[in-house]
C-alpha cells in the first residue's frame, strides 16, 4: 500500500472513531453479536481474533515482546518542553512508528523496532476503522494477555494519528545515565522515578537482539515467557559474565550468561543494574521481588499513563472490556536460580529483603530459547 493510501484510510478510521463515539452511554450490539457499551468499542472484538490468530498464535512469545516494546516507544516519544519552545515535540501515542516506517524505526534507540511495523502494518490495513495509534496501544494489551501473570491492561480508543513523525533523542537508552533517563521520563510522560521502575516491569518478558548483536533473543530474565517478578530478583544478583562478546554499549556483566546452542544467556542492562543500585530507586526495585500482585498492579497503573500520551483522556472511549482476560499467574513464588542464593545479591535497599529457595541444581540455569522448549521458535508473522 502506498503512503498516500495508508493516510486515506487513516483519516476514514478518525472519522469512523468519531463517529461512534457520539453513543457514548448504553450497551450496544456489535455486527458480529457481540454487546458493547460503546459502538466505537465494536472494532476491537475481531482485531482480538486477527491478532491473536495472524500475530501472536496465543503464545508469550518473541511477537508479544515486540508489541509491548512499540507501545512504549511510540508513546515516550514526546516532549513537553520541546513543545513549549514551538519546536518539533512528537505526538506521543499517536501511530507515528506506523505512519512513517521510514523515519523513527531507523533511529538508533528503535533498534529492532521495525520488527513489530512490519507485522502491525497490515494488520492496520485489514481494520481501516482503527487508528494507527490505538492499534499500537491495544495490540500492546492483546499481546501480554498471554504471558501468565500479566495485568489486563487499560484500553482507551480514539487516539487521532499522527501528522509528523517524533524527532530523534526522545527514547532513553540503556547506556544513558540515570539522570538523563530521569529527566527524560519527566518530561515525556510526566513519570518519576518510581514510575520508571514500575514499567520495567515489561523487562520480565523483554529480550534484546542488538544490544550484542551476535545474539538472538537474549533474556532479560530466566523466565522470559512469563510475566512474574523474577527481573527484579536477578538484576540484583552479582554480574559474573556476558552471554556473548564483551564491552557492549548498554550491557552490565549478567549472573546467567550461560550459553548453549540456541539457548541464550540472560543479557543485563546497564539502566536496570543502575536503577536497582540507586538510591532514588532501590527499594522500589526491591520491593517487587516476590509481589507478584504489587508488580503487576503498578505496571497496570503506570501503562495506562503511558498510553495515552500526547492524547486528552476525557476525549477518549474506555473499550478496556475488548482487551481478553490474561493468562492467569502460575503461583510459583520468586525463587533464585540454581547455583545462586541470598549470597549472590548485592542489596542497596535497607529494607529487609525477602526470603527466598532456590531453584535445584548443581549447575547455572540454561534458559530456553522458545516458550514450549522447543529449539526453533516460527512465529507466525516472520519476526526475528
Known amino acids: 500500500m502506498s503512503f498516500k493510501s495508508l493516510l486515506a484510510f487513516i483519516g476514514l478510521s478518525v472519522a469512523a472513531v468519531q463517529a461512534a463515539s457520539v453513543k457514548r452511554n448504553g450497551a450496544v450490539t456489535c455486527p458480529d453479536g457481540t454487546k458493547a457499551t460503546n459502538a466505537a468499542c465494536c472494532a476491537f472484538f475481531p482485531l482480538v481474533k486477527d491478532l491473536q490468530e495472524n500475530v501472536f498464535g496465543n503464545v508469550c512469545g518473541e511477537d508479544v515482546h515486540e508489541s509491548l516494546r512499540l507501545t512504549f516507544h511510540d508513546a ?14 512528537g505526538g ?23 520488527d513489530s511495523v512490519e507485522f502491525l502494518t497490515p494488520v ?8 494507527a495509534g490505538d492499534l499500537i496501544q491495544f495490540a500492546g494489551a492483546v499481546a501480554i494477555t498471554n504471558c501468565p501473570g500479566a495485568p489486563r491492561l487499560e484500553f482507551l480508543a480514539g487516539r487521532p494519528n499522527a501528522t509528523a513523525p517524533a524527532p530523534d533523542g526522545l527514547i532513553p537508552e540503556p547506556q544513558d545515565p540515570l539522570d538523563s533517563i ?9 513519570f518519576s522515578p518510581e514510575d520508571v521502575v514500575a514499567l520495567l ?15 538472538d533473543a537474549a533474556p532479560f530474565d530466566s523466565t522470559p515467557f512469563t510475566f512474574d517478578t523474577q527481573i527484579f530478583l536477578e538484576v540484583l544478583l552479582k554480574g559474573i559474565g556476558v552471554p556473548g562478546t564483551p564491552n557492549n554499549t548498554g550491557e552490565a556483566l549478567s549472573p ?3 550459553t548453549q546452542g540456541v539457548d541464550v544467556g540472560e543479557i543485563r542492562l546497564q539502566s536496570d543494574f543502575a536503577l536497582a543500585r540507586d538510591a532514588r530507586t532501590a527499594c522500589t526495585w526491591q520491593g517487587f521481588v516476590n509481589e507478584q ?4 498492579s503498578a505496571f497496570k497503573a503506570v501503562m495506562a499513563r503511558l498510553a495515552i500520551i500526547g492524547n486528552e483522556r476525557s476525549k477518549l472511549i474506555d473499550c478496556s472490556e475488548a482487551v481478553p482476560e490474561p493468562v492467569p499467574a502460575s503461583g510459583k513464588p520468586a525463587t533464585f536460580p540454581a547455583t545462586k542464593t541470598q549470597a549472590d545479591i548485592e542489596q542497596a535497599c535497607a529494607s529487609p529483603f525477602p526470603s527466598l529457595s532456590s531453584d535445584a541444581g548443581a549447575t547455572e540455569t540454561l534458559i530456553p530459547h522458545c516458550p514450549d522448549g522447543e529449539t526453533t521458535c516460527v512465529p507466525l508473522t516472520g519476526s526475528s
Open 76 to 89: 515516550i516519544a514526546f516532549s513537553k518542553s520541546l513543545q513549549a519552545q514551538g519546536l518539533p515535540s
Open 92 to 114: 506521543g501515542a499517536d501511530g507515528s512508528m506506523l505512519i512513517f516506517p521510514d523515519v523513527e524505526p531507523n533511529f538508533h534507540a528503535n533498534l529492532g523496532i521495525s
Open 124 to 131: 492496520l490495513q485489514r481494520h481501516p476503522t482503527i487508528t
Open 182 to 190: 530521569f529527566a527524560r521520563m519527566a518530561d515525556g510522560g510526566g
Open 201 to 215: 516491569a515489561s523487562h520480565t518478558i523483554a529480550r534484546a537482539d542488538h544490544v550484542d548483536a551476535t545474539l
Open 256 to 258: 546467567l550468561p550461560l
Open 293 to 296: 500482585e504489587k508488580m503487576s
